[in-house]
């Protein structure tokens, strides 16, 4: 069965670190793009960061540039997202996500398959 | 970047209506538009890609279209299992943008 299973949310304070795990299984995971999708409560959605499946190309969305910082380990299936300098506003449930096409890119692929989430709660 | 307007934010209709939600690019993107629905308390669901291809195992009613830069999901009539927030989203080039979301609920 093909799923992702997102890992690592948790309270942390204004300014604090926290790194999400996606752990990948049923798939060949290094032939696919991957992203990561947040939802603060009560929001909609927001595309935060892609990564080609070999991992030499990514992108992050303007509000988490030079913060937030993904990638990946092709040998244990893990999608990463570390994030660093964390606001209250970043707090949110992180979705990890799958492109469809086996190409490993992310530019003009849909996303076909969602983890549960991991929720991140920035407070003091 | 490219914006991504969806409207309205929320609807309320009854069983068996006809429901219609737009999504506005702000520039072209060809048809690289998928439609989800999200469940409350669920994840994400891939309902539509390419503006109007159905994804494997959605039901007929739901259906996309394309004219010019504006998207629709029309569902055909409405079921109460079909009470959820639908959101579109271009992937023709990064940022892959969200819209807003709808909010569909019975009257």
């Known amino acids: 069965e093909v799923q992702l299973l997102e890992s690592g949310g948790n309270l942390v304070q204004p300014g604090g670190s926290l790194r999400l795990s996606c752990a990948a299984s049923?798939?060949?995971?290094?032939?696919?793009?991957m992203s990561w999708v947040r939802q603060a409560p009560g929001k909609g959605l927001e595309w935060v960061s892609a990564?080609?499946?070999?991992?030499?190309?990514?992108y992050n969305a303007d509000s988490v540039k030079g913060r937030f910082t993904i990638s990946r380990d092709n040998s244990k299936n893990t999608l990463y997202l570390q994030m660093n300098s964390l606001r209250a506003e970043d707090t949110a449930v992180y979705y990890c996500?799958?492109?469809?096409?086996?190409?490993?890119?992310?530019?003009?692929?849909?996303?076909?398959?969602w983890g549960r989430g991991t929720l991140v709660t920035v407070s003091s | 970047d490219i914006q991504m307007t969806q409207s309205p934010s929320s609807l309320s209709a009854s069983v068996g209506d006809r429901v219609t939600i737009t999504c506005r690019a702000s520039?072209?993107?060809?048809?690289?538009l998928a439609w989800f629905q999200q469940k409350p308390g669920k994840v994400p669901k891939l309902l539509i890609y390419?503006?109007?291809t159905l994804q494997s195992g959605v039901p007929s009613r739901f259906s996309g279209s394309k004219s010019g830069t504006d998207f629709t999901l029309t569902i055909s009539s409405l079921q109460p299992e079909d009470v959820a927030t639908y959101y579109c989203?271009?992937?023709?080039?990064?940022?892959?943008?969200f819209g807003g979301g709808t909010k569909v609920e019975i009257k």
């Open positions: 989203q271009k992937y023709n080039s990064a940022p892959q943008t």
């Open positions: 990564i080609s499946g070999s991992g030499g190309s990514t």
């Open positions: 390419a503006a109007s």
């Open positions: 520039q072209g993107i060809a048809n690289y």
């Open positions: 996500a799958k492109y469809y096409d086996s190409s490993g890119y992310y530019v003009y692929w849909y996303l076909d398959l």
């Open positions: 049923g798939f060949t995971f290094s032939s696919y793009a």
